[in-house]
């Protein structure tokens, strides 16, 4: 039987193969672009993941085109003339291009995060108030990013005209056009919703989601490469992250693996300040104290006075971050509370009273305050600060002084070192003071006064490094000459890692590698530990130091606890699956079981042992459910105080 609308049908089909091939290339310049952390060895393991891609292309093609298809193949009438043509030729880029550009954005992003870009940004990006600037600024620093969006998008469209489209009429009994247009519009609805759920219709299964990718691949980070940004952004829109798990382990159980609630020895009669740094994107990798040991080829430290502070502090090299964002280490570090696939911060519970380092030295009588040099309000910082009940909150507006602001992202490092400085001289001890430092944040600038004494290192983040290093040291080198230095605990670490050099950092896990320094004037904490380490470890371990005696809330452990009451463990999330470390194996969980494990010394998660299960493993996937499941217990019914 012949179809006239056949033609239109071609057309269409010829329309979206258009995307397919354009996805294509964003998956070729996406590889290019991050191809040193991505670790593809051959261009047939290349093809065979971009194979493995289209089952995710689809899904996005069929999501963004949905409408495109409905009206093309709608029995209306006019489907063929020139204005309704038009029309969807506007609707089909609408969508394509707005969702071909989220592409785009992991070409520089992906560095940064190591997952594709899910909704779950749009809690970094909305607290701040100048995402025009922001905007400008990325379009400055990845010029090419754009130039390639706007060059493919012009030859998408160039190619989307020289597809023909003949209009002939059609010349059947209406009846008949009706039906079997209805008929072919079913067909492929039905071809449309099996291609979104990943190429079946079965009620067994589910549309597929970010996971599914890992069902293709040996290495985690290839996962990225099958997937897409649009699916990625579009399967995590709406999505309820916060909600508590079934898993089928007793209140016993949990308290016995994870030990959430924690008592500890004092490790001191006085009350020594704290001043605490969260240093904006300071990988480990960086200084050299944490790499000593390391045996990496050509190393080279960006940190001098750091590493000889680190000679005389208690310092820990192998630790980790509980999260990706800046603001996942701001409650990681300060409230013990790690984030996983979204922020903490940015779910509908973060309003909630919370039990934290604040708190806990507020009830002791501590001044307590949080310094950050960017613009009031910027990341969420002022907002979660609240929450945790800090006494002050110093931000870009009480520093006063916009000649010292980058242009960025806040006041450079030396001078707000020093602003925090003479703040803390007018504080009566104790007194907790944090900050979170601002300079080695992209785009990797340093004030001009010091482009010759920090020229550029291997790769841009060298010389902010560098930079912030050298605050550190005018920070100290004032800050010792004042009363209350001796008396006051000195905190570094980091809220993520960021730019990669050396090959031992581009291991899967070691990418979330951060270091965690203790320097006390008085010498009592001194010595390198290389036992598992996190950034939720910190709040109990400044607690047991300024010799806090009350039960309190605490996934982490305490760092000084020498009854070793918790086993050191790591946990964290990539943005699909947890990572669990203790004992000899890293456990990866995909929310449901584990669906990998790994030697704790395979960093570069090579060789799934998953098919020898022991009952080492059985029990770290418990201890793993232990920890989640009390985790969102605790934060949905509001237990965190």
Not at 31 to 54: A, K, Q, R, T, W
Not at 216 to 243: E, M, S, W
Not at 441 to 470: L, N, Q, R
């Amino acid at each position: 039987m012949s179809f006239i609308r056949i033609n239109e049908y071609k057309v269409m089909i010829l329309r979206l193969l258009l995307a397919y091939f354009f996805y294509f290339i964003a998956r070729l310049l996406f590889v290019l672009y991050n191809f040193s952390v991505l670790d593809i060895s051959s261009i047939s393991e290349f093809f065979s993941l971009c194979y493995h891609g289209l089952i995710f292309d689809t899904a996005a093609i069929f999501y963004l085109n949905s409408l495109f298809v409905l009206l093309s193949m709608f029995p209306l009438g006019i489907n063929t003339k020139q204005y309704y043509q038009k029309l969807l030729f506007y609707i089909y880029f609408f969508f394509n291009l707005i969702g071909y550009a989220t592409n785009f954005i992991d070409f520089g992003y992906y560095k940064f995060i190591y997952n594709r870009t899910t909704i779950s940004e749009w809690a970094v990006v909305k607290n701040e108030h100048n995402i025009v600037q922001m905007f400008l600024r990325f379009a400055y620093s990845y010029w090419h990013i754009f130039l390639l969006f706007i060059v493919l998008s012009f030859a998408w469209i160039y190619l989307y005209k020289k597809i023909r489209f003949k209009s002939t009429p059609y010349k059947k009994p209406m009846v008949f056009y009706i039906s079997t247009s209805i008929a072919s519009l079913l067909i492929m609805l039905t071809l449309m919703v099996a291609g979104i759920r990943g190429g079946d219709l079965k009620k067994s299964t589910r549309p597929i989601n970010l996971v599914d990718a890992n069902r293709y691949v040996k290495k985690i980070q290839h996962a990225d490469v099958i997937l897409n940004t649009p699916f990625a952004i579009i399967r995590t829109f709406g999505i309820k992250k916060f909600q508590k798990v079934n898993y089928q382990i007793s209140t016993s159980e949990t308290q016995n693996l994870i030990q959430p609630i924690k008592t500890y020895t004092p490790k001191s009669d006085s009350k020594p300040n704290i001043v605490l740094f969260i240093t904006e994107s300071y990988g480990r990798e960086y200084m050299g104290a944490f790499n000593k040991h390391k045996n990496i080829p050509n190393y080279q430290s960006f940190t001098p006075f750091l590493d000889s502070l680190a000679n005389h502090s208690l310092i820990f090299s192998n630790a980790f971050t509980n999260g990706r964002k800046s603001i996942h280490g701001m409650s990681s570090v300060l409230a013990g509370i790690p984030s996983f696939v979204d922020a903490y911060t940015s779910s509908p519970y973060a309003k909630q009273p919370v039990e934290s380092l604040v708190s806990t030295l507020n009830s002791m009588g501590y001044d307590t305050s949080f310094f950050h040099g960017a613009p009031n309000g910027s990341m969420g910082f002022l907002g979660f600060s609240n929450i945790l009940e800090f006494d002050h909150y110093y931000g870009k507006t009480e520093f006063n002084d916009d000649t010292q602001f980058d242009g960025s992202w806040g006041i450079w490092d030396e001078p707000f070192f020093q602003f925090m400085k003479t703040t803390l001289d007018t504080k009566e001890s104790p007194f907790l003071a944090t900050i979170f430092t601002v300079s080695s944040h992209e785009p990797y600038a340093i004030p001009e006064k010091y482009k010759e004494k920090f020229p550029e290192g291997s790769i841009p983040m060298h010389k902010c490094v560098e930079y912030t290093d050298f605050a550190f040291q005018q920070f100290f080198e004032a800050a010792k000459k004042e009363p209350w230095f001796e008396n006051t605990i000195f905190v570094i670490t980091a809220d993520h890692c960021n730019q990669v050099y050396f090959d031992e950092y581009r291991k899967d896990i070691n990418r979330y590698a951060v270091p965690i320094m203790f320097y006390d004037p008085k010498g009592n904490y001194v010595g390198e530990h290389t036992d598992l380490a996190q950034q939720i470890d910190i709040y109990p371990t400044i607690l047991q130091m300024v010799g806090y005696d009350k039960p309190f809330r605490s996934w982490g452990r305490s760092l000084i606890d020498e009854t070793q009451q918790t086993e050191p463990f790591v946990i964290n999330h990539d943005g699909v699956f947890y990572r669990y470390s203790k004992g000899n194996y890293i456990c990866i969980f995909d929310g449901e079981k584990a669906i990998g494990f790994y030697d704790i010394d395979d960093l570069s998660l090579s060789q799934n042992l998953i098919a020898n299960t022991n009952e080492e493993m059985i029990q770290i996937e418990k201890s793993c459910k232990a920890f989640i499941k009390d985790y969102f217990d605790r934060i949905i019914d509001k237990n965190l105080k």
